[in-house]
Structures are given as C-alpha cells and as structure tokens.
C-alpha cells in the first residue's frame, strides 16, 4: 500500500464507493463518473503502478483480474459485449498511478478508440 494513492486509500476502506467484488488479490467498484451504463474498475489490492510495472512475480495477480473480469462479466449480464481498457502513463489518460482496468457495456463502442 502506498500511503498516496487513491486507490490503496479505497481498498483500505478510507473512501466510501459501491463495491461490486472483493477477494483476497482484487478489488472491483463502480466508477464515480461512468462512460457507459455499466462502468467498474477492477485493481488489484497490490500496489502496482501501471501495466509497465507488470513483471515475472506479479503477473498471476493480472491473470486473476482477467478471471474476475469474465465471472463479472457474466454476473452483470455483459452478455452483448463489453471494453476493458488499462490506460499506461499521463500521455494515455492515466490519471491514478495504480494498475486499474476499466470494464465497460451497456453501449455501443466505436473503433479507433479515441
């Protein structure tokens, strides 16, 4: 846990939002500004600071979201499709440095991404 990010500040319970999953390596919540009907963020609860930090030894944690993201994406019914989207640096839009995906649906998404 790093004792300045937003995100380590959320999985220690010190800003309240709506939770939709927790276990023991991740943390799953709805997005407080949502860019489709349905907009969570999956992280894990180890401080990791983008997809450039991944490496040999904490790789399993990002194969685990991957599976939370598909249990998720069965629970909140995504059945007609969703985006998972990790943005990597500031030049990206990465405004938290910690390692977040955002799942989106309820939308039609267009490609390129913007």
């Known amino acids: 846990m790093m004792s300045d990010c937003l995100f380590c500040k959320i999985i220690a319970g010190e800003i309240p939002l709506k939770k939709v999953y927790e276990d023991e390596t991740v943390f799953a919540f709805a997005d407080i500004d949502p860019q489709a009907p349905t907009h969570i963020?999956?992280?894990?609860?180890?401080?990791?600071?983008?997809?450039?930090?991944?490496?040999e030894e904490n790789s399993a944690v990002?194969?685990?979201i991957f599976e939370v993201i598909a249990k998720l994406s069965k629970e909140l019914d995504m059945k007609d499709g969703f985006r998972v989207v990790s943005n990597?640096?500031?030049?990206?839009?990465?405004?938290?440095?910690h390692l977040h995906f955002h799942v989106m649906s309820g939308r039609e998404f267009t490609w390129p991404a913007g």
């Open 41 to 55: 963020l999956v992280i894990p609860k180890e401080h990791i600071g983008s997809v450039a930090e991944v490496t």
């Open 62 to 64: 990002v194969a685990h």
């Open 88 to 97: 990597c640096g500031e030049s990206a839009g990465q405004s938290v440095h």
